[in-house]
C-alpha cells in the first residue's frame, strides 16, 4: 500500500492521523510516514487499511460514526463499525 493511497483512505474517512493511529494500535507518527512513503504498513496494517477503505465506500458517514465511537464508546467499537461497514451484504 503506497502513501498516497493511506492518505486517501484517511481523508476518505475524515480521520486524523492520530484517530487512524488510534484504530490501528500505532504512533501517529507511524501514519504520517507512511503517508510519505518513509514506511509501508504490514500487511495486517494494509489489509485492515483495504478494509477501511471498502467502509468508506460502502457507507459515506462512517466517518463521522467512527470519529463519534472514538471519543465516546473507543476503538473497538470503531473498529466494528468500520468492519461491518467494510463487509457488509446490502
Do not use: C, Y
Amino acid at each position: 500500500m503506497t502513501g498516497p493511497e493511506v492518505h486517501a483512505i484517511r481523508t476518505q474517512l475524515g480521520l486524523s492521523q492520530v484517530q487512524l493511529a488510534q484504530l490501528l494500535g500505532v504512533h501517529p507518527l507511524t501514519v504520517s510516514k507512511w503517508e510519505r512513503s518513509v514506511l509501508a504498513p504490514t500487511p495486517h496494517q494494509a489489509a485492515l487499511l483495504d478494509s477501511f477503505g471498502k467502509a468508506g465506500k460502502a457507507k459515506q458517514q462512517i466517518g463521522s460514526e467512527v470519529s463519534n465511537l472514538l471519543v465516546t464508546a473507543g476503538v473497538a467499537m470503531a473498529l466494528l463499525a468500520l468492519l461491518s461497514a467494510a463487509f457488509d451484504k446490502k
